[in-house]
C-alpha cells in the first residue's frame, strides 16, 4: 500500500489527511506533505491519521520533526486520531507528551 496525502480547510485550519501507510518508503511524500502543510498554516496545523493502517518510527520521527518547526515558527502542529490502536502507540512511545493528541478535529480550540 502507499500513503495518500490530501491538505483541506476545515473552518480555520489548515489539515493534512493522512491515509494508506507511513513507513521508510513513503517518508518523502509525508515530509513534502508536510512542509506543504506547515508552509500555508498561520497558528495551527492539524495532521489527521485516521486513514492510517500503519505509522512506523520514522512517521513518528517526521511528525515529531514537523512539530518542533511549527514552535519555532511560533505555531502549533496539533494530531487527530481517534483508533485505538494507534493511540496506544502515541501513549507508549511518549508521542503525545511532545505533541497534542486528539480524538477529533471538533475538540480543538
Do not use: E, K, Q, Y
Given at each position: 500500500m502507499e500513503l495518500v496525502t490530501r491538505q483541506t480547510i476545515v473552518g480555520t485550519y489548515q489539515v493534512l489527511n493522512l491515509s494508506g501507510e507511513v513507513d521508510l518508503a513513503t517518508m518523502p511524500r509525508l515530509s513534502?506533505?508536510?512542509t506543504k502543510l506547515l508552509a500555508s498554516s498561520t497558528g495551527l496545523a492539524v495532521v489527521d491519521l485516521d486513514g492510517l493502517s500503519i505509522l512506523d518510527d520514522t512517521g513518528l520521527g517526521l511528525l515529531?520533526?514537523?512539530a518542533g518547526r511549527a514552535r519555532q515558527g511560533g505555531a502549533e502542529l496539533?494530531?487527530?486520531?481517534?483508533?485505538p490502536a494507534l493511540r496506544s502507540r502515541l501513549s507508549l512511545t511518549g508521542f503525545d507528551r511532545?505533541?497534542?493528541?486528539?480524538e477529533s478535529i471538533s475538540v480543538i480550540g
Open positions: 513534502d506533505a508536510l515529531l520533526g514537523a496539533v494530531v487527530v486520531c481517534s483508533a511532545a505533541v497534542r493528541v486528539t
